[in-house]
């Protein structure tokens, strides 16, 4: 079992749809959480990080961290067809953020149609 | 463009020879990562440098891979006698280090091909 649980999707919606994205994962020590977005063919790029449990805004969106059930999300608000991409969760261990080695779920491919 | 760069961009090679990536990291960013994406699939952790000293390496690195990072600057990745099972996106991503939290900027990727 992996440590990080994501589903691929794909994910299909319209513009201007609310966007939900979810990661499960089985390792109590991690404690920073991040999302990415990886459009075609280019390395992922940070979207937003997360420390511990909470919940982090930036723009159109939403980052959610619930430590007690080792479950992630990222809410995406007002969708644009630019929004389309796979996005990917990311963990690290505590303790380790200045190591800083990377756990990344599998990836959700997200398609905005207009 | 002061980003993470990468050198080549893809790469088609024959099972057996031997392939080898540059990463030019960031500028003074003092620790370098090495990641390997295959299709459908998020990036997987290979090895870090701090400065020029290799201090983990994940048991996905066989011993027909290696790293360097001459000088604590850019760094290579070889792999030697390829095989298709080494056909993958590998990224390079490069931190700083000192805070509570350093965001790792990552390049565009190598793509490698093995026929």
Known sequence: ?114 | DTGVSQDPRHKITKRGQNVTFRCDPISEHNRLYWYRQTLGQGPEFLTYFQNEAQLEKSRLLSDRFSAERPKGSFSTLEIQRTEQGDSAMYLCASTDTGGSYNEQFFGPGTRLTVL
């Not at chain 1, 999707?9 to 499960?24: F, H, R």
């Not at chain 1, 959480?33 to 909470?54: H, I, V």
């Not at chain 1, 969106?61 to 608000?77: E, G, M, N, P, W």
Request: aromatic share 14%.
């Open chain 1, 1 to 114: 079992q992996k440590e990080v649980e994501q589903d691929p999707g794909p994910l299909s919606v319209p513009e201007g749809a609310i966007v939900s994205l979810n990661c499960t994962y089985s390792n109590s020590a991690f404690q920073y959480f991040m999302w990415y977005r990886q459009y075609s063919r280019k390395g992922p790029e940070l979207l937003m990080y997360t420390y511990s449990s909470g919940n982090k805004e930036d723009g159109r969106f939403t980052a959610q961290v619930d430590k007690s059930s080792k479950y992630i999300s990222l809410f995406i608000r007002d969708s644009q067809p630019s929004d389309s991409a796979t996005y990917l969760c990311a963990m690290i261990r505590a303790g380790g953020t200045s190591y800083g080695k990377l756990t990344f779920g599998q990836g959700t491919i997200l398609t905005v149609h207009p």
